[in-house]
């Protein structure tokens, strides 16, 4: 449950932010496609214990860091608080991929 939690919440985040339907599924379906190059490529190296604490870790980490960056109520999308939470739902929804 807690998976998908995780998995689905930047849903909600990217919905805040303003954009339509289609814009959030671009930005988090990018960074899915994102995942699969670098996964293919390390998934023979690293054991799937070790990866999973990292990456829940940052995942657990970044979701923390989203709590507390809010954009301002006069901000129609384009400030640069909006780019920094973009960021970070992209980082978190690629290590939750991964």
Known sequence: MATYMMYFGPILIVGQIGFDIYTTN?????????TYYP?????DKIRRKKAGI????ISSFISGVLIFVV???DCN????VVIVQLVLVFVFRF???M
């Not at 671009?26 to 994102?34: C, E, K, P, Y």
């Open 71 to 73: 954009p301002p109520t």
């Open 95 to 97: 290590s939750i991929s």
């Open 77 to 80: 999308g384009t400030c640069s």
């Open 39 to 43: 996964l293919f490529l390390m998934i």
């Open 54 to 57: 990292i990456l829940m870790s």
């Open 26 to 34: 671009v930005v988090l379906n990018a960074s899915d496609l994102l």
